[in-house]
C-alpha cells in the first residue's frame, strides 16, 4: 500500500485545515487508519485513528474537540479536519495505515505516508 499525504501548509492559529492521505495498491477499506505527527524534538505520537468503515475514530486529548478524523472509501482517502490549530500544533504529519487496529494504535503501523509539514503561527 502507498500512501500520498497532502495539504499541509501554514495557518494561523484558529483557523482551520484539512489533511488528505490517498491510499493505492491495496484495498482501502481493509486497513485501518491513523495520522500521526512529530514536532521538532519530539517523538512521533498518534493524533487520530478511524476503524475500517469509518465508524469508530479516537484522539489524543491534546487534540479532542479540535480536529476530525474522517474517510471516504469510495475514494481510498482519509482526511484530517484541524480547527483551531495552534502553535502546538506545529509538526510534521504522517498518514498510516495497517490491517489491524493494534498496530495503529501501538504506533507500529506497516504502511506511512511521506509526511506533509503543518505550521501554525501565532
Known amino acids: 500500500v502507498q500512501l500520498q499525504a497532502s495539504g499541509g501548509g501554514l495557518v494561523q492559529a484558529g483557523g482551520s485545515l484539512r489533511l488528505s492521505c490517498t491510499a493505492s495498491?491495496?484495498?482501502?477499506?481493509?486497513?485501518?487508519m491513523g495520522w500521526f505527527r512529530q514536532a521538532p524534538g519530539k517523538e512521533r505520537e498518534i493524533v487520530a485513528a478511524i476503524s475500517w468503515s469509518g465508524g469508530r475514530t479516537g484522539y489524543a486529548d491534546s487534540v479532542s474537540g479540535r480536529f476530525t478524523i474522517s474517510r471516504d472509501n469510495a475514494k481510498n482517502t482519509v482526511y484530517l479536519q484541524m480547527n483551531s490549530p495552534n502553535s502546538e500544533d506545529t509538526a510534521v504529519y504522517y498518514c498510516a495505515a495497517d490491517l489491524a487496529r493494534t498496530s495503529i494504535m501501538a504506533g507500529t503501523p506497516r504502511y506511512w505516508g511521506q509526511g506533509t509539514q503543518v505550521t501554525v503561527s501565532s
Open positions: 495498491g491495496g484495498t482501502f477499506s481493509n486497513y485501518f
